[in-house]
């Protein structure tokens, strides 16, 4: 197995287990099914949901086609959708008063690391 194939599997299983995590974690009676919640706030809830679906969804159809072919901007496009995707699990609780205590950074913490490491084992190299 090559390197590029080991990062390409990292990014998948990565992109798949925060897919399903999305959904597992966030329709349950304290996140989106949580009867004090505003009708409204659902709806962000359920937008957060399908947006992070959705770049998940992307991530591993780049990865599989154009990354795997080597194509540098797919690669790009691809790093910055999974570490913008990262980043605003940082800054979010930052923006929004009273969530840093609430919000589990343990979660793009522990993802962070194996996204770089995919990302770097599936990085276009030079041609020779």
């Given amino acids: 197995m090559t390197r590029t194939t080991i990062g390409l599997l990292l990014l998948t299983g990565l992109a798949v287990f925060v897919a399903i ?8 009676a304290t996140h989106l099914y949580n009867p004090t919640w505003p009708e409204h706030a ?3 809830g359920y937008l957060s949901v399908a947006r992070t679906v959705l770049i998940m969804v992307v991530i591993v159809a780049l990865a599989w086609g154009p990354v795997r072919a080597a194509d ?3 690669w790009a496009i691809l790093a910055l ?4 995707w990262l980043l605003i699990w940082f800054l979010a609780p930052l923006a929004v008063p009273g ?7 343990w979660f ?3 993802l962070t690391p194996v996204a770089l490491y995919g990302l ?4 276009p190299r030079p041609r020779p």
Avoid: E, N, Q, Y
């Avoid at 995590?21 to 349950?28: G, L, R």
């Avoid at 959708?81 to 913008?84: A, C, S």
């Avoid at 840093?100 to 950074?105: F, I």
């Avoid at 770097?120 to 990085?123: A, G, K, M």
């Fill in 120 to 123: 770097w084992l599936c990085r």
């Fill in 108 to 110: 793009p913490a522990a």
């Fill in 81 to 84: 959708l999974l570490l913008g």
């Fill in 21 to 28: 995590s999305a959904i597992v974690f966030d329709f349950t």
């Fill in 42 to 44: 659902r709806f962000h």
């Fill in 99 to 105: 969530t840093v205590d609430r919000v589990g950074l």
């Fill in 72 to 74: 540098r901007p797919s």
